[in-house]
């Protein structure tokens, strides 16, 4: 399942989804209804490319099974595969990344590397001119 999901073909099938959506998409608590369209659309797809996969790597795979599965088990597992496969069925995570998805596409990320500065320490440990200077064994 891991392969599947990280696979290049995978992660370009969400993005070109997100590319044809994002701007559908407000960051309000009110959702309007074509979110849902597009929600299913999306599940549609992803579920899709999943279930060929799988049934490539195991012919009697059954997708309804494996869902019913996940979601009987949902407190069972964990690990970041089974988190992903449990958003595909949560608006809410969906919605946050296509949001996330729109801020980047704006330009309106936060950009953390302002605040960070990256300065030497040197808590006990010597220059190289206190090596080179004061050393047993020096040449001066």
């Known amino acids: 399942m891991e392969d599947i999901i990280i696979d290049e073909r995978f992660r370009q099938l969400q993005t070109t989804f997100m590319e044809?959506?994002?701007?559908?998409?407000?960051?309000?608590?009110?959702?309007?209804?074509?979110?849902?369209?597009?929600?299913?659309?999306?599940?549609?797809?992803?579920?899709?490319?999943?279930?060929?996969?799988l049934i490539q790597r195991l012919p009697n795979f059954s997708m309804a099974d494996f869902i019913r599965q996940l979601q009987m088990r949902r407190d069972e597992l964990?690990?970041?595969?089974?988190?992903?496969?449990?958003?595909?069925?949560?608006?809410?995570?969906?919605?946050?990344?296509?949001?996330?998805?729109?801020?980047?596409?704006?330009?309106?990320?936060?950009?953390?590397s302002s605040g960070?500065?990256?300065?030497?320490?040197?808590?006990?440990?010597p220059s190289m001119d206190e090596l080179c200077n004061n050393s047993p064994g020096s040449f001066n």
Do not use: M, P
């Open 20 to 53: 044809e959506h994002y701007r559908e998409f407000d960051d309000s608590e009110e959702n309007k209804f074509s979110y849902t369209d597009i929600f299913r659309a999306y599940n549609t797809l992803l579920e899709n490319f999943i279930q060929e996969s």
């Open 78 to 112: 964990d690990g970041e595969v089974f988190e992903i496969l449990l958003s595909f069925s949560d608006f809410l995570a969906f919605k946050e990344a296509i949001l996330d998805f729109k801020s980047a596409k704006e330009g309106r990320t936060v950009d953390l």
């Open 116 to 125: 960070i500065s990256i300065t030497s320490s040197n808590h006990g440990v």
